[in-house]
């Protein structure tokens, strides 16, 4: 395994030309497709299809782009996962350049969104369950949130990009596709609509605080158990309308499925 970097500059192989970004170096651990068996696939990110697979005898998750289109979404994903080191977020092992993928650990447990809203019978979980979760979420952003010499904002958290290992008690965030450090001026709208910040969709010039308005959204996630805008249904503009239009969630004893204390 060796380090690999990417610059705008030139680059005379295919696969270092996927991985071309213009003003970035990337600076990551080179790993040779060879060393990987894949198993099964297990989901999708803001880009590509994730894997499960073993690698040097330990399971991983691989995530591939399936076309052109994803170049980009896989240059900041990688150029973010690693610049970072945290417990709560999903550690990067490296890359392949042929085929282009991201090698990242792999967690046991599944997505939170599953625990909350997956197949009949949902898992068992508490409240306390539930606190835990939501501080070590506040735990990753506060990080991104202190990087040097700018914070980086994460832009689609939600229970779907929300990992669980350890037996579900160790939390961590993933999908960094949309990531992106803070500017003076950002309008660029991300996210995904129900967990969005109203000013992100209303192309309104946003800063971090909007990655903790989509905290705030799993926090009653948890809490209720319910997905969020779920009874407005249809397509996404339809949620954005109704919170633009000053619609909110709300804590409704009578509607919330039980968490045991």
């Not at 295919?14 to 497709?33: C, R």
């Not at 369950?129 to 939501?134: G, I, N, V």
Request: charged share 20%; hydrophobic share 40%.
């Amino acid at each position: 395994m060796s380090t690999a970097s990417a610059a705008s500059s030139s680059s005379s192989s295919s696969a270092g030309e996927m991985i071309e970004a213009p003003s970035q170096v990337l600076n990551f651990e080179e790993i040779d497709y060879k060393e990987i068996e894949v198993e099964e696939v297990v989901g999708r990110g803001a880009f590509g299809v994730v894997c499960k697979a073993k690698w040097r005898a330990k399971d991983v998750a691989i995530k591939q782009i399936e076309s052109e289109s994803e170049r980009k979404a896989f240059i900041v994903e990688l150029r973010q996962l690693s610049r970072v080191n945290h417990p709560n977020i999903v550690k990067l092992y490296g890359a392949c350049l042929n085929p282009v993928c991201l090698v990242m650990e792999y967690a046991e447990g599944g997505s939170l969104y599953n625990v909350l809203h997956g197949a009949e019978p949902l898992p068992y979980y508490t409240a306390a369950h539930a606190m835990s979760w939501c501080l070590q979420c506040s735990q990753g952003v506060a990080y991104l949130h202190s990087m040097q010499p700018k914070a980086l904002i994460h832009r689609d958290l939600k229970p779907p990009n929300l990992l669980l290992v350890a037996g579900g008690t160790v939390l961590k965030i993933c999908d960094f596709g949309t990531a992106c450090d803070i500017q003076t001026h950002m309008t660029n709208n991300k996210g995904s609509a129900a967990w969005m910040a109203p000013e992100v969709f209303e192309g309104s010039n946003y800063s971090e605080k909007c990655d903790v308005f989509s905290w705030g959204i799993i926090l009653w996630e948890v809490i209720t158990r319910r997905k969020p805008f779920d009874e407005i249904g249809g397509p996404a503009f339809r949620i954005m309308w109704a919170v633009h239009n000053g619609r909110s969630i709300r804590l409704d004893h009578g509607k919330n499925k039980k968490i045991h204390t």
